[in-house]
Every structure is written in C-alpha cells, then in structure tokens.
C-alpha cells in the first residue's frame, strides 16, 4: 500500500460523488489484498480499497432523485471498485442514504458490511425486528468483534435470548450490550459452548474461525441453523451435505452481503434512536491508513476500526 494522487473521480447516472469524512476497514478488504479473491478481486491495479464510508454529497450523477450536494450520507461502495481509502469516492445513489446530525461519520460509517452481515444473519435465523417473532434462543461467537457487536445488539432489539463467547478483557462490554450469557472462549466451559443455562440454540451467529460443525450439532434445537460468516471449504462442503439430506439442522455459509437501501436506512435510523450504537476500537487519519490496515489483519480489534479523512 501506498499513498498516491489521483484524479478526482466524476458522478456518473445514479451515482454521487462524496467527500469523505471516515471510513471503516473490515476484514474482507485486507483478504481482497492478500489475494484471497482473484481472479475476481482486485480486477485491476492499483486498487483503492476499503467499502464502508461516510461524508458529504458534493455532485450527483444523472437520474439521481433524493439526494442533493450537502447531504451528510453513509454509503456502501462498490466492492468491485472499491474507493474508501480516499478524499472523495463515488458512491451508488442505492446504497446511499442520508445520515442525520446525531449520527456521526464514524458510527455510520461502521454499518454496511458489519452490521448488515449481522442483520442478514439474524434474519437468516428467524429473526424479525417488527414485534412478530418467536422467542428465539442465539449463540454469537466472536461477539466483541465488528460483526459480533451489532449482532448482540440486534439479537437483543429482536427479543431474542443471547448467548456470546469473548475475550476475557470484552465480557462486561458485551453484557452491557444487551447479552443474557456471556463466555470467556479460552476457559474450559466456553469452549464447549454450551449456553450455562442449559439452552439449545435455534441459531447461531459464527463469527470466530476453527470450530466445526461436529461442535455446534448437539447444542441446535430440532432445526436449528449455524450461520458461518467465515465459511471455509469444509463449510461448503457440509452445507451441500446438508441440503441434499435436508438436514434439518444445518449450516449456511454466508458467502455474499445483500445489502439494500432499506436495510441501510433501517441501520442508520436505530442509530439515530440510540437503539444500537457502534463500538469503535480505534480512529487513524488517512495518513496513518497503513496502521489501520495493519491492526485489522491483527485480529484483536474490539469493534471497528476507523480512518478518518483530514480536512
């Protein structure tokens, strides 16, 4: 990685340009480096990464209807292009929606990816978050991390019961967000994963990595599902198996986000409520991006990870 100068980029139709205050670094941008992705990812060099970001309107593209220059907004980027580690990046008009003034660059910027992988996997469970679902009972693996944080949080919004495994040092945190049984991973009982209170879990959120599917099966209710984030090969593997026994216990890899303008909207608006908030573990100026980037890949961040843009 290296710091550059390069054109700033026009709005095309349904597009707008944003001046960007902050960015958040997920673990996908630094795998789409490491070349976990090719051939698909990066389609070409050099390569503005990072997706999740938050700042201000200044042009809109063609066909763009409710959005005008001077909106403060919180955007999805196109992965394919990326763009987030910059002054200004182009943004679609569909995953653009306004951020209000309680909300800061840095909270909303932290919802596209991880909170929108949690939302779908919540609901991939059976959650709903209208008042209409059943009592459900969720494990969050790796709940001090950027995804296991809002999952906690929107397990909780949804009524759900929540049980979460952590770090020693994230226990209280994650409690004071809303977990009914918090889990230090390293001790003997959390690594068993067993709820303390004896439950069977009707899903689970699998944020963490190296724990298999042999592990998770006897602590499912009847049709419990494990919704691995972080799927590996094995993962597929067990997932197709699944299908074509139809198991009623299964395991679903989350492979792609499904991110909308609704979802989005719906994320920044529980934020505006103070209904969720965003943990922020550290804040880098763009100048400093490289120390961002590097804390990610170490693997130790309690919530996200924020880069900053200077005016």
């Not at 991880?114 to 609901?123: F, I, M, P, Q, S």
């Amino acid at each position: 990685m290296q710091h550059v100068e390069v054109p700033v980029p026009s709005a095309k139709k349904n597009e707008v340009l944003l001046k960007l205050q902050a960015a958040t670094v997920n673990p996908l941008d630094w795998k789409i480096q490491r070349g976990d992705l090719r051939p698909l990812l990066p389609r070409r060099l050099h390569f503005i990464p990072v997706t999740d970001v938050a700042g201000v309107v200044v042009d809109v593209g063609p066909g763009v209807n409710g959005l005008t220059a001077g909106d403060q907004v919180v955007a999805k980027l196109n992965s394919l292009n990326g763009g987030g580690l910059a002054e200004y990046a182009v943004a679609s008009a569909n995953l653009t929606v306004k951020r209000p003034a309680q909300v800061s660059a840095a909270e909303g910027a932290g919802l596209p990816i991880a909170a929108g992988t949690a939302l779908e996997a919540l609901r991939s469970i059976g959650a709903k978050f209208d008042g209409t679902g059943k009592p459900l009972n969720v494990l969050i693996t790796a709940a001090s991390g950027g995804v296991g944080l809002y999952a906690v949080q929107l397990a909780k919004l949804a009524n759900l019961h929540v049980t979460a495994t952590c770090g020693a040092r994230n226990m209280d945190l994650v409690k004071s967000l809303g977990a009914d049984e918090v889990m230090d991973y390293r001790t003997p009982e959390g690594a068993t994963l067993r709820s303390p209170s004896g439950r069977k879990y009707d899903g689970v959120v699998h944020c963490a990595v190296g724990v298999s599917w042999s592990s998770f099966r006897p602590l499912l209710s009847d049709a419990g599902r494990v919704i691995d984030i972080t799927p590996n090969f094995s993962a597929i593997l067990t997932y197709v198996l699944h299908r074509v026994t139809f198991s009623k216990k299964r395991l679903v890899p989350q492979l792609l986000l499904s991110l909308n303008k609704a979802d989005l909207e719906f994320l920044v608006g529980l934020l505006e409520e103070d209904k969720l908030k965003t943990v922020i573990d550290s804040r880098f100026p763009l100048s400093d991006a490289g120390k961002a980037w590097q804390s990610s890949i170490d693997g130790h961040a309690t919530g996200k990870i924020v880069v900053e843009m200077e005016s």
